[in-house]
């Protein structure tokens, strides 16, 4: 059973640096790809990045490449989403999915692919 628990979120000052860490207590990660969404207030959410279960290939919505970088360590069971230069559009809940369905590039994009979810963390950045 995938459990998946975010964390590292807060407040930060723009321009400054978050590391989001999504861990799955159910100790299965290793076989699923993963993904990170946000929600802003108001919003629907969005798909920020993705990582292929192998972590060969990863995947990042256009407003966050160069800034942001997913990563995961399977011993660990993590996945990691290390933010910089970060902006107060930037500012939303932020969830991490897992799918244990093999996918194509783009199919990383669409939330539909991932059965399984965790509760979100908030990140807020402030201007």
């Known amino acids: 059973q995938v459990q998946l628990v975010e964390s590292g979120g807060g407040l930060v000052q723009a321009g400054g640096s978050l590391r989001l860490s999504c861990a799955d207590s159910?100790?299965?990660?290793?076989?699923?790809?993963m993904g990170w969404f946000r929600q802003a207030p108001g919003k629907e959410r969005e798909f920020v990045a993705a990582v292929s279960w192998s972590g060969g290939n990863t995947y990042y919505e256009d407003s966050v490449k160069g800034r942001f970088t997913i990563s995961r360590d399977n011993a660990k069971n993590t996945v990691y989403l290390q933010m910089n230069s970060l902006k107060p559009e930037d500012t939303a809940i932020y969830y991490c999915?897992?799918?244990?369905?093999?996918?194509?590039?783009?199919?990383?994009?669409?939330?539909?692919?991932?059965?399984?979810w965790g509760q979100g963390t908030q990140v807020t950045v402030s201007s």
């Open positions: 159910g100790r299965t990660n290793s076989r699923y790809g």
């Open positions: 999915a897992a799918t244990q369905r093999y996918l194509g590039g783009n199919q990383y994009a669409n939330e539909r692919a991932y059965p399984y």
